[in-house]
């Protein structure tokens, strides 16, 4: 949005989840770039007698920023930013259950990858499972049911046959629901610079995309037997943000429209409090 100024919020946390401490930087860049000056700035007024574990979301744990990390003497806990395919189960690990607060059963398994030497953690939730899948099926159907438009229209008196024409209908609905399109070879098959018709073949990866649906990769560079561990790290940025989403929905924070910094500042200040108190109660 060029037309509205962001902002970050870094925070320090301690294994609770209590915010230590707290700051404002600019948002207008990307998190990628970012990331150095946010961490060297909220480093410097917070204790250094133990170590640090920084807790990344995929969109900002770039190879560079983990690297950077690393090279500063930061552990690091974040979800990987790319599929893990080719991976076996560790067998020092063990399968672990746990119920979240909202009874999703998760899944954590141990495994390993050429990919990367760092300890990786397999995440599986059914809700996040049943989430994807609804989400899948129903771009699927949109995507098909444009596909039949372009079709149909193959067989009307007036009806778009032009073969470069169809191709460009074609494109435009694979650029619109990409995710389902890429699992998909469409032949188009014309006579005489006409499409005749439009034929779809469903592609064997659809399938073991299914599979995985549901499942997400913690990768991390601290080493440790315990799955569990890694997942309490981890969870600490997903409770914080399912926080904040709630906090600001029955604050009536939302939506954000914020016309100087005092503002902005108020509507920071006010979530921090908000979240402050419901994580004393929990």
Not at 25 to 51: W, Y
Not at 83 to 111: A, C, F, H, M, W
Not at 117 to 140: H, I, P, R
Not at 166 to 188: D, L, M, T
């Amino acid at each position: 949005r060029n037309d509205c100024k962001l902002v970050v919020l870094a925070l320090v946390i301690n294994s609770e989840g209590f915010v230590k401490y707290s700051n404002v930087f600019e948002g207008n860049a990307s998190d990628s770039t970012s990331l150095p000056v946010i961490i060297d700035n909220i480093r410097a007024r917070t204790s250094t007698e133990k170590r640090a574990v920084v807790v990344l979301d995929a969109g900002i744990a770039t190879e560079e920023n983990l690297a950077l990390l690393e090279a500063k003497g930061y552990d690091y806990v974040c979800v990987s930013r790319s599929k893990i395919k080719d991976y076996e189960i560790d067998p020092e690990g063990r399968v672990q259950e746990i119920v979240s607060q909202n009874k999703d059963i998760i899944t954590l398994e141990k495994i390993k990858s050429a990919q990367t030497t760092d300890y990786l953690l397999k995440v599986k939730s059914t809700g996040k499972a049943l989430k994807e899948a609804s989400m899948n099926q129903q771009f699927e159907q949109r995507f098909k049911l444009e596909i039949t438009k372009i079709r149909a229209s193959l067989h009307k008196k007036n009806g778009v046959k032009k073969l470069d024409k169809v191709h460009q209908r074609v494109g435009r609905a694979i650029g619109k629901y990409p995710s389902i399109a890429k699992h998909y070879q469409i032949e188009v098959l014309s006579e005489n610079d006409q499409a005749t018709d439009i034929i779809l073949h469903e592609q064997k990866s659809y399938q073991e995309n299914q599979k995985q649906t549901g499942s997400y990769f913690i990768r991390t560079n601290l080493q440790t037997k315990e799955e569990n561990t890694i997942w309490t790290i981890y969870n600490t940025i997903r409770e914080i943000e399912s926080s904040f989403r709630c906090l600001k929905t029955d604050l009536d924070l939302r939506p954000i429209y914020h016309k100087n910094d005092n503002a902005s500042m108020a509507h920071l200040h006010l979530g921090l409090l908000a979240y402050w108190l419901v994580n004393t109660i929990r």
